[in-house]
């Protein structure tokens, strides 16, 4: 995984992410995606992250 996104540009990074989200369906299914297989100290991390780019994209539209 780690060498499939090095690979991608910048603009391909995006257009994945987005998909990705997108084809989640739901915003359960996303939680449930990205809280599967990692710890409580993780899950906590990468909910920070979330909420501060979420306080990033609201103050950029």
């Known amino acids: 995984m780690d060498h499939a996104l090095t690979a991608l540009s910048d603009a391909e990074r995006s257009r994945f992410l987005h998909r990705y989200v997108e084809r989640a369906g739901s915003t359960e299914a996303l939680v449930q995606d990205l809280a599967r297989g990692i710890n409580d100290g993780a ?16 103050r950029a539209g």
């Open 43 to 58: 899950r906590l991390q990468l909910a920070t992250i979330l909420e501060q780019a979420a306080q990033r994209l609201r």
